[in-house]
């Protein structure tokens, strides 16, 4: 039944998991730390009305932020995501087992429990859609992590952490590059539309 939880002004590097547990948290604090990354378990605190992240070490935040359906006020000043681009494109090829997951799940082949290893059929239900509208892939362990900036509130660019299959699509071909980043900036009027309903207040300077 925790409402209020204050932990500014510690050495904190890391937010644990399990603060996901606390379903009647309204308040979250955790200003004047080290913390460089948000896990996307605290998307469940759907009771959340205020969370202060500010004078951290934060880089970008999990597309799941999104679905804080009640978080009026959101406190990110001091942050190195407010001050510059991040952009992460590592990507390892997959492996051939990966290869061969894609090409089932994406050609539809069909398949019974009976027909493939038990490794391999849990490992075909971990499959990840690839959220590049365009695409239509899955991945599984080899994906790209790209930051993508979003509009909130009409005023200031968040960038939110979301991951692809592979880097043609976060890099399409000169000749369709206009209409690529004509869909981009689509898009991200599209959440920030849904984000400015959500969020009232984003605390930046």
Do not use: W
């Amino acid at each position: 039944s925790l409402e209020f939880l204050y932990l500014g002004g510690n050495f904190i590097t890391s937010i644990p998991p399990e603060l996901a547990n606390l379903p009647s948290l309204s308040y979250l604090v955790l200003c004047d730390n080290k913390i460089q990354s948000i896990p996307p378990q605290l998307a469940q605190l759907h009771s959340l009305r205020s969370l202060s992240l500010h004078n951290n070490l934060l880089t970008y935040l999990p597309r799941e932020i999104l679905n804080l359906v009640h978080l009026e006020e959101l406190s990110l000043r001091g942050n190195p995501l407010v001050v510059r681009f991040v952009r992460d494109l590592t990507y390892n090829p997959p492996s051939l087992q990966e290869l061969a997951g894609r090409t089932i799940k994406t050609r539809n082949v069909p398949y019974a429990p009976s027909d493939l290893p038990e490794n391999l059929v849990r490992y075909l239900s971990l499959a990840s859609n690839c959220p590049n509208p365009k695409c239509g892939g899955v991945y599984f362990d080899s994906c790209v992590r790209q930051i993508k900036f979003v509009d909130f509130c009409g005023k200031y660019r968040i960038p939110l952490m979301h991951y692809l299959c592979s880097p043609e699509c976060s890099s399409p071909c000169s000749s369709a590059s206009q209409s690529s980043t004509s869909q981009s900036e689509s898009d991200s009027e599209d959440e920030a539309s849904v984000a400015a309903r959500r969020m009232q207040k984003v605390l930046l300077g």
